[in-house]
């Protein structure tokens, strides 16, 4: 039988101490994680709140309730194909996530290829403007007669200057290859330029 020498007593009793230290550091992580997040105004745990509260929507803390900004939503079809957004303007918060759709049908007799470039009104909009997702990232090879209707996911940056009260989002679907000659980049109609001019 092995006898605990004193100085033997005072390892084991400062492991404990080590021990119960770590586990009660490890315990504090979370609730230490949601203060130092509530504290930055990061809000990374809604997510992993939403999937745990099986679907419930929490409150994003990232979303600007005092202020609302007018999107407007507008399409150039630069080319024999009928190219639309499926509402012309909705209203946000700034840090709100919003989808809206365009709506595309290829109304000629043989397959193409297209691709969209966005441009912004005010111009110094185009920077606070996040899209999470949009058709606008990739090509498109449409059949003939062909419908799709595609999403754009995004959210206005809370940097936002307040005097800018109107954005408008045109989008340009031009023929990837064909005869159409693909549109200048930052092109704008003389509808957003006078939304702009409003803001």
Not at 23 to 46: D, K, Q
Not at 118 to 124: D, I, K
Not at 133 to 157: A, M, N, Q, R
């Amino acid at each position: 039988m092995t006898i605990l020498t004193a100085e033997n007593r005072r390892m084991l009793t400062k492991l404990l101490v080590v021990a119960a230290a770590m586990f009660g550091f490890g315990y504090a992580l979370v609730p230490m994680y949601r203060a130092i997040c509530n504290a930055l105004g990061i809000n990374v745990l809604a997510l992993s709140e939403r999937a745990e509260s099986g679907g419930r929507a929490s409150r994003n803390s990232q979303v600007d309730l005092s202020r609302t900004v007018t999107v407007e939503f507008d399409a150039n079809a630069r080319g024999p194909w009928d190219f639309k957004p499926a509402v012309h303007s909705i209203q946000v918060h700034p840090g709100e996530l919003t989808t809206v759709n365009y709506e595309f049908r290829n109304i000629q007799n043989r397959t193409m290829v297209a691709q969209a470039i966005p441009s912004y009104a005010p111009m110094q909009a185009g920077g606070h403007f996040n899209k999470v997702e949009c058709f606008c990232f990739s090509e498109h090879t449409l059949g003939p007669g062909e419908s799709k209707t595609w999403p754009v996911v995004f959210y206005i940056d809370s940097k936002l200057p307040r005097d800018v009260t109107t954005i408008t989002l045109s989008y340009t679907f031009f023929e990837v290859g064909g005869r159409t000659p693909p549109a200048p980049e930052g092109r704008v109609d003389a509808a957003a330029r006078a939304a702009g001019a409003r803001s």
